[in-house]
T-cell receptor, first 113, second 111 residues
Framework: GESVGLHLPTLSVQEGDNSIINCAYS??????FIWYKQESGKGPQFIID?????DKRQGQRVTVLLNKTVKHLSLQIAATQPGDSAVYFC????????????FGKGTRLHILP | DTEVTQTPKHLVMGMTNKKSLKCEQH?????MYWYKQKAKKPPELMFV???????INESVPSRFSPECPNSSLLNLHLHALQPEDSALYLC??????????FGPGTRLTVT
């Protein structure tokens, strides 16, 4: 399943399907982007990051795509599993804003059996 | 040791109480952070310490007082809090300022 728009609060995906979570950012100077996963009752967990000199980066079962032209970031999760249920936050940083990252609103990923 | 630890896990305090939240990391990270997170919202930055010095204060009310005793420890002293301060308080650390690693948080309830 794919998200049908940006800032979608909840995304429901069938177990085994691929998930795509989207994020928009507004700061043209942002040069570093991170995806975090936050499970209920836990702190955010780092998933994957990407710098602005790249368009794509792959990890284990996850891929982050960056489109600087339209200031859009996406996280793709392959073969979604029940353990992927969580809230996913994108965050952005720029070198002119040392040590500070700005979080997006978050998307809850719900896995259907 | 590759994690950020926070104590206590839960804290209930009255509006006249004084309490402290503690955070510890032994990864040699130079930056440490306090965030506040309300339900269904993203974390909001409160304070940043870099090399044990306060580098960012996001206009946080003085009833929250951070302290960094050494490069591994970060405290948040609480005094005269309000019920609306109830939230999950997250500590994070970072080697270079971008990639931040979070602790499990302290769930604070102010009565």
């Amino acid at each position: 399943g794919e998200s049908v728009g940006l800032h979608l609060p909840t995304l429901s995906v069938q177990e085994g399907d691929n998930s795509i979570i989207n994020c928009a950012y507004s700061n043209s100077a942002s040069d570093y982007f991170i995806w975090y996963k936050q499970e209920s009752g836990k702190g955010p967990q780092f998933i994957i990051d990407i710098r602005s000199n790249m368009d794509k980066r792959q990890g284990q079962r996850v891929t982050v795509l960056l489109n600087k032209t339209v200031k859009h970031l996406s996280l793709q999760i392959a073969a979604t599993q029940p353990g992927d249920s969580a809230v996913y936050f994108c965050a952005e940083g720029d070198e002119n804003r040392d040590d500070k990252i700005i979080f997006g609103k978050g998307t809850r990923l719900h896995i259907l059996p | 040791d590759t994690e950020v630890t926070q104590t206590p896990k839960h804290l209930v305090m009255g509006m006249t109480n004084k309490k402290s939240l503690k955070c510890e990391q032994h990864m040699g990270h130079r930056a440490m952070y306090w965030y506040k997170q309300k339900a269904k919202k993203p974390p909001e930055l409160m304070f940043v310490y870099s090399y044990e010095k306060l580098s960012i204060n996001e206009s946080v009310p003085s009833r929250f007082s951070p302290e960094c005793p050494n490069s591994s420890l970060l405290n948040l002293h609480l005094h005269a809090l309000q019920p609306e301060d109830s939230a999950l308080y997250l500590c994070a650390s970072s080697p270079e300022g971008n990639e931040q690693y979070f602790g499990p948080g302290t769930r604070l309830t102010v009565t």
